[in-house]
């Protein structure tokens, strides 16, 4: 059972380079995560998904995009990478059912990004 | 207010010492909190739940106060490896993601 996967594991990008950072997950979750995390900051929403075919904006959405085409993968798009974007970004995935608590994340162990 | 507001320390305390880290959160319809561990360039891990009762594993004990929207860990004879950041967690308003706060370092020395 591999959890949540995330490649790459490191990555440098020229400005104005696009790329898309993969994410999979193998326990049938249904909710899936996209965060970036600065220096020193907490974690920042970007986007996330319910359920394949659904997807909505976080806290940071701009300059990224997102699609959910299986309940396994989802991928994050950078396009026009800028330094801005210089981070490091989680993937998460949790199994959310209606009226029942919310269990917590399972988190990828992070791509770092740098654009230059 | 922010969301989630934590003291970003860093607490540094010798071995065997307890050690308590306070969270508030502003979103009183929160129904769900959660203490992770993030140690250095490494993802965040769940550490505990926090429930209203009030629960414990182990050395650590985790607080709810709903009415004054506060959330408490406490750790006991503190260990070299419980050296990491603790991240303070609550569900948004929507019920759909987690908030985090920008965390609390601990720094355990022998």
């Known amino acids: 059972n591999a959890g949540v996967t995330q490649t790459p594991k490191f990555r440098i990008l020229k400005i104005g380079q696009s790329m898309t950072l993969q994410c999979a997950q193998d326990m049938n979750h249904n909710y899936m995560y996209w965060y970036r995390q600065d220096p020193g900051m907490g974690l920042k929403l970007i986007y996330y998904?319910?359920?394949?075919?659904?997807?909505d904006k976080g806290e940071v959405p701009n300059g990224y995009n997102v699609s959910r085409s299986t309940t396994e993968d989802f991928p994050l798009r950078l396009e026009l990478a800028a330094p801005s974007q210089t981070s490091v970004y989680f993937c998460?995935?949790?199994?959310?059912?209606?009226?029942?608590?919310?269990?917590?994340?399972?988190f990828g162990s992070g791509t770092r990004l740098t654009v230059v | 207010r922010k969301e989630v507001e934590q003291d970003p320390g860093p607490f540094n305390v010798p071995e065997g010492a307890t050690v308590a880290f306070n969270c508030t959160y502003s979103n009183s319809a929160s129904q769900s909190f959660f203490w992770y561990r993030q140690d250095c360039r490494k993802e965040p891990k769940l550490l505990m739940s926090v429930y209203s009762s009030g629960n414990e594993d182990g050395r650590f004990t985790a607080q709810l106060n709903r009415a004054s929207q506060y959330i408490s860990l406490l750790i006991r004879d503190s260990k070299l490896s419980d050296s990491a950041t603790y991240l303070c967690v609550a569900v948004n308003q929507a019920g759909t993601a987690l908030i985090f706060g920008k965390g609390t370092t601990l720094s355990v020395s022998s």
């Open positions: 998904s319910v359920g394949a075919g659904i997807t």
């Open positions: 998460a995935s949790s199994i959310v059912v209606s009226d029942s608590p919310n269990y917590g994340y399972t």
